[in-house]
């Protein structure tokens, strides 16, 4: 039986974001930690609104953006903080162009105390989904 595509990107989310969970867990970071730490954000927040783009379709929503996907998302239960997911997508591609080690400490900081939560939710809710 062939597997639904959202379930196939579902468990490439779940382990970007075991990736993601020990990269959080650190206290300090090299430069080189720091941009390892956003690239992990960067590409399992991608995969995050992908899979809930693809679980979407299956349920009949059209959607075709990013922005589509989360407000659609948020509307049908499968995310609780849409305005959050909003701001990562804005601030994620602001991202990948930090070379300030001023502005680095401050997207560890977003990263760690704001957008990792969120995407632990996702986490849990595709661990739900995929056990039923």
């Not at 379930?7 to 390892?36: P, Q």
């Not at 959607?63 to 049908?76: D, G, L, M, S």
Request: hydrophobic residues 45%.
């Amino acid at each position: 039986m062939k597997k639904e595509r959202w379930k196939l990107r579902a468990d490439h989310y779940i382990k970007a974001y075991a990736c993601l969970k020990v990269a959080v867990a650190k206290t300090e970071y090299s430069e080189l930690e720091v941009a390892g730490l956003i690239h992990t954000f960067a590409f399992t927040f991608e995969l995050g609104w992908k899979t809930l783009k693809d679980l979407l379709l299956l349920e009949g929503f059209d959607v075709a953006t990013p922005r589509a996907t989360i407000k659609q998302a948020f509307q049908a239960g499968h995310i609780k903080n849409g305005d959050i997911w909003l701001d990562a997508l804005e601030k994620r591609n602001l991202m990948t162009h930090i070379y300030d080690e001023d502005e680095s400490e401050v997207v560890v900081h977003l990263i760690k105390g704001t957008y990792y939560p969120m995407l632990e939710e996702l986490h849990n809710h595709f661990t739900g989904l995929l056990l039923k």
